[in-house]
């Protein structure tokens, strides 16, 4: 059974930084797709970035790229989100997916491209 834990939320002003983590378990890490989505009050869930394991290509939403990067450390099946010059805006309940396949880099950062989800972490920014 595949679960995926987050972990590294908080609340943090504008202009800080924050590191999220979602450890993997249950799957062969290696082979499948890790995104990072947010979901705002009032808001659809958005895809923020993703990252294709197996090749370590990444993918990020325009309001996050410049800021936000994603990685990962094979040897933890973790997955990271660095976010860095946060805004208010950044607000949002943050989580982790993963998929059993590789939805293609057009989808990369659809929510429904991922079928496996972990429990969130919340994120604040004060301005």
């Known amino acids: 059974q595949v679960q995926l834990v987050e972990s590294g939320g908080g609340s943090v002003q504008a202009g800080g930084s924050l590191r999220l983590s979602c450890a993997a378990s249950g799957y062969t890490y290696s082979r499948i797709p890790m995104g990072w989505f947010r979901q705002a009050p009032g808001k659809e869930r958005e895809g923020v970035a993703a990252?294709?394991?197996?090749?370590?290509?990444?993918y990020y939403a325009d309001s996050v790229k410049g800021r936000f990067t994603i990685s990962q450390d094979g040897a933890k099946n973790t997955v990271y989100l660095q976010m860095d010059s946060l805004k208010a805006e950044d607000t949002a309940m943050y989580y982790c997916?993963?998929?059993?396949?590789?939805?293609?880099?057009?989808?990369?950062?659809?929510?429904?491209?991922?079928?496996?989800w972990g429990q969130g972490t919340q994120v604040t920014v004060s301005s």
């Open positions: 990252i294709k394991v197996s090749s370590g290509s990444t």
């Open positions: 997916a993963s998929s059993g396949s590789w939805p293609g880099s057009s989808n990369a950062l659809a929510p429904a491209s991922y079928e496996y």
